[in-house]
């Protein structure tokens, strides 16, 4: 069975740092795009930033220049670097993959969803 399983979540005061993992888990083909979304309570979730199978990445312009997006293909983990915190920052962060799991089967998946907490 495939999931994901994210960790890292936290509170922590503003201006601070989270780290999140991704890890992918189960019997898969390919990781093609991975990507980061969140939902604030009362919102709707919205994508913080995704990157490719190959490298690359695009962020959602509140968070350029503070978060960053990797992956380890050799682990089968994505991870978000987020750093200079804001309490709009606060939310339940969702990892997401677009998974194949086999030459001729692709799908979507979600992780259980991490809270990150940003104090004033």
């Known amino acids: 069975q495939v999931q994901l399983v994210e960790s890292g979540g936290g509170l922590v005061q503003a201006g601070g740092s989270l780290r999140l993992s991704c890890a992918v888990s189960?019997?898969?083909?390919?990781?093609?795009?991975m990507g980061w979304y969140r939902q604030a309570p009362g919102k709707q979730r919205e994508l913080v930033t995704s990157?490719?199978?190959?490298?690359?990445?695009n962020y959602a312009d509140s968070v350029k220049g503070r978060f960053t997006i990797s992956r380890d293909n050799a682990k089968n983990t994505m991870y978000l670097q987020m750093n200079s915190l804001k309490p709009e920052d606060t939310a339940v962060y969702y990892c997401?993959?677009?998974?194949?799991?086999?030459?001729?089967?692709?799908?979507?998946?979600w992780g259980q969803g991490t809270q990150v907490t940003v104090s004033s």
């Open positions: 997401h993959g677009d998974l194949s799991l086999s030459v001729f089967v692709r799908r979507d998946y």
């Open positions: 990157i490719t199978s190959g490298g690359y990445t």
């Open positions: 189960g019997n898969i083909f390919k990781i093609n795009a």
